[in-house]
């Protein structure tokens, strides 16, 4: 036969077990859900949909043939 002391102890624990699964979510309060909000992309772009602009600026610069006027002077004063 179990003790009194026992029983208190395996009460005790079951108690406790209870209280820590349960009152979590009992005491979490109200969640706040967010519905996510998916914009509808269409499969094919409806005309006058395009956001490309008319001209394309140049890739690639043509470099100058003649450095401009101080260049050199200037890199000989920054060593």
């Given at each position: 036969m179990a003790s009194k002391f026992q029983n208190r102890l395996v009460g005790t624990i079951v108690l406790v077990a209870l209280g820590v699964i349960v009152l979590p979510g009992l005491l979490d309060g109200q969640k706040k859900h967010y519905q996510d909000e998916f914009a509808a992309i269409p499969l094919v772009p409806k005309a006058g949909d395009r956001d490309e602009p008319d001209m394309m600026p140049a890739?690639?610069?043509?470099?100058?043939?003649?450095?401009?006027?101080?260049?050199?002077?200037?890199?000989r004063a920054g060593d």
């Amino acid at each position: 036969m179990a003790s009194k002391f026992q029983n208190r102890l395996v009460g005790t624990i079951v108690l406790v077990a209870l209280g820590v699964i349960v009152l979590p979510g009992l005491l979490d309060g109200q969640k706040k859900h967010y519905q996510d909000e998916f914009a509808a992309i269409p499969l094919v772009p409806k005309a006058g949909d395009r956001d490309e602009p008319d001209m394309m600026p140049a890739a690639t610069q043509a470099l100058p043939t003649q450095p401009p006027e101080g260049a050199a002077e200037e890199v000989r004063a920054g060593d």
